[in-house]
Nanobody
């Protein structure tokens, strides 16, 4: 089974930046679509960004222009660069890997944007 571990979360002031990383136990990005999701307290989990094995990306409207998703198959990692952070970005961020049949999740990393 694929293991995913997120890191890089923490407390940051509005307007600041964080870089989240998702480390995979094996080189899966050639076959899987990778994504970052987030869930704020009391709210439903939502898609933040995805990147396909071919390198195509897509972003939620709320983060477009501020967040960038990238993957490195050699390093077995997928990153989420978050700039111009806002308080509404506060959530637990989860890494996801999926194909047509399977889906794998990390345990999440907390991002808190507050002055």
């Amino acid at each position: 089974q694929v293991q995913l571990v997120e890191s890089g979360g923490g407390l940051v002031q509005p307007g600041g930046s964080l870089r989240l990383s998702c480390a995979a136990s094996r080189s899966i990005f050639i076959r899987y679509t990778m994504g970052w999701y987030r869930q704020a307290p009391g709210k439903q989990r939502e898609l933040v960004a995805v990147i396909t094995s071919g390198g195509s990306t897509n972003y939620a409207d709320s983060v477009k222009g501020r967040f960038t998703i990238s993957s490195d198959n050699a390093k077995k990692m997928v990153d989420l660069q978050m700039n111009s952070l806002k308080p509404e970005d506060t959530a637990v961020y989860y890494c996801n890997a999926r194909d047509l049949r399977l889906s794998f999740w990390g345990q999440g990393t907390q991002v808190t944007v507050s002055s």
